[in-house]
């Protein structure tokens, strides 16, 4: 005969189980329902925009340290080979007092009073006498100098792990910061890549609408007919007058490169950041300025925006992240942003702090 048994029960620990799961399911349900809506184009410029600003603020902080890193290692080298000098001079006054020593055991390590007893000549002993006198004297002037080298010597090669200590932490700052533009800069274009490909089409336009018409047009040229001359670079300024004629050639020089994209850390001939492109025109002029927005700002004197004129520094932004040339009408001329190229732009859509003038 068949047996007939009860299916046996699920256990707790099933039925929890399952449960749970389902439970799961019905929020994750639940979720995907009500999941905030994909942003539309005006979102994601204005989330892409501040994660450029950001970047920007990330970047300069990066040009600070890989300035600092540079005097570092030249300082480091400096102190090392100095250090290593020192070792030479410290092993020769060494050798020289172990010459004195062996000078002196050779006469012989006898009493003086023996050994003019034992003299055939006192005179000749005398002399002797006289010159080993003279060769302590030596010695102890050795030996202090020795205590003095290993003194100074000690104190440079502290010097030496100090600055070995700095460049390490430098080189540390360096990397986070490097990390930070890039993960900013990744976030932004996970951004756009939401976008369908009429909306960034649409949102290109827009980025090329800023800086069109401006200056004379000299925005779709290129700029690259006003060369390096004074003459051609203040023809289009209306009544702005560059101060000083260093100041119309690095605004001339900058002229050539509309166009040139922006690329973070760069400084030049073909690919700037803000503080790049600033830093890089003045050089053309004969003039060197200091690498990043934060010590641009304090390369001159401060102006108000009714005292700008063309060719001054102009800086954006209360942490002072950005900055650009002033070209004259309200306009700024300016390296932007990853995505967009050396152009004018109306000061208007920035947030302007102050002018430089630089000295």
Known sequence: MAS????????????????ATAAAAVALTSQAANAAPKPDKKEVKTKVDDLYHQAEQATEKFNGAKEKQDKLEKQVSAQQDKVAR????????????GSMATAQYRSGGIDPAVQLLLSSDPDSYLDKASTLDQLSTKQADALKQIRDKQRTLQQERQEATDKLSDLADTRKA???????VQGKLSDAQELLNSLTAKEKEELQKEQNTVSSGTQGGDSKSGGSKSG?????????????????QRAANALAAAKTKIGS?????????NAFD????TQWAYKQAGVSITRTTFTQANDGPHLTKSQL?????VLFNSNLSHIGLYAG?????HAPHTGANVRYEPMSNMSFQFGVRVA
């Open 309 to 313: 004129k063309p060719g001054d520094l």
């Open 4 to 19: 007939h048994r009860r299916p046996k029960p699920a256990s707790r620990t099933r039925v929890t189980v399952i449960t």
């Open 274 to 277: 803000c503080s790049g492109l």
């Open 86 to 97: 020192g070792q030479e001079e410290l092993n020769k006054l060494r050798n020289s007092l």
């Open 228 to 244: 390096g001359s004074s003459s051609g670079s203040t023809a289009d300024l209306g009544h702005d007058v560059p101060d000083s």
């Open 261 to 269: 994209p922006y690329v973070s850390t760069a400084t030049g001939p």
């Open 174 to 180: 360096l990397g986070e910061k490097k990390k930070e």
């Open 329 to 333: 009408n309200g306009q700024v001329l």
